[in-house]
């Protein structure tokens, strides 16, 4: 009796386990949409998630709502420029120093610009939004003609460059021209940049900086580019002053 139990129980599991790992359903394809959660989610709060979060979100608000500096403007990502497209590369030329470094240029991803800054006070919390990932601060060495075939391939996703760069597209999106501090690039020269790791890895298109040379990395929670950033931020206001950028004409695209 024992074995015919065994037996059945055997067979019954090896059943179960074949209609378990056989779906009758196919799939027949796939839609997406975008859902816009703004204030209409709002209007009748639930009062018991929302006396369960107050705590926490206290605490964040602490974090995130001390002022760290002043704007000048509205600034936001442009494209070819923007005032916050600008600014942020010349940050990291300003950061530069801490690590005794004097990059002839510096280079911030479009899409590493996540938010805009408000006109008026910069909170630590408007920093993390503008920048709101683990990128750190690097420098390397590229050869002249490794550079022109950088600012080249900036056609394809959009690139941000520091105060002094001059880069000029013809109609068809070619490089044209291309000068650093009103020199020409000198394809035979030697030219130090600044940017964040995920750019200096190659990524968005600009594999070009997969040939550096002289690569510094830093890896500290300090070196984080939001990081340096607010210290920017703070350290105009110690002095003071607001934060502010122009545009300069740092690409150009022609039209004929």
């Not at 997406?32 to 009748?44: C, K």
């Not at 899409?111 to 750190?136: Q, Y």
Request: glycine share 8%; with cysteine.
């Amino acid at each position: 009796m024992k074995t015919k139990n065994l037996f059945f129980f055997g067979c019954a599991a090896i059943l179960l386990l074949t209609v378990s790992c056989h779906s009758h359903y196919q799939l027949t394809g796939v839609q997406r949409t975008r859902m816009l959660v703004d204030s209409r989610y709002d209007q009748q709060p639930d009062q018991q998630a929302a006396a369960y979060i107050m705590p926490f979100k206290l605490h964040v608000d602490s974090m995130m709502n001390p002022v760290v500096g002043r704007t000048a403007r509205y600034m936001e990502r442009g494209t070819p420029e923007g005032l916050l497209s600008n600014l942020l590369p010349d940050i990291l030329v300003w950061g530069s120093q801490r690590y005794g470094e004097t990059p002839d240029f510096a280079v911030y991803n479009n899409g590493g610009i996540r938010a805009a800054l408000p006109a008026g006070d910069i909170t630590l919390g408007d920093i993390l939004d503008v920048a709101p990932f683990e990128n750190k601060i690097c420098f390397g060495t590229l050869s002249g003609k490794d550079v022109l075939e950088l600012f080249q391939q900036f056609t394809i996703i959009g690139a941000h460059v520091s105060h002094g760069v001059c880069i000029v597209y013809d109609k068809d999106l070619k490089l044209r021209e291309a000068t650093i501090n009103g020199k020409p690039v000198d394809p035979e020269g030697s030219y130090r940049f600044v940017t964040i790791d995920y750019v200096a890895q190659g990524n968005d298109g600009m594999t070009a900086f997969k040939k550096k040379t002289d690569f510094k990395p830093h890896n500290t929670a300090a070196d984080n580019s939001r990081d340096i950033i607010t210290d920017y931020f703070r350290d105009k206001m110690a002095k003071g002053e607001t934060v502010d950028a122009e545009i300069e004409g740092r690409i150009q695209f022609e039209s004929e």
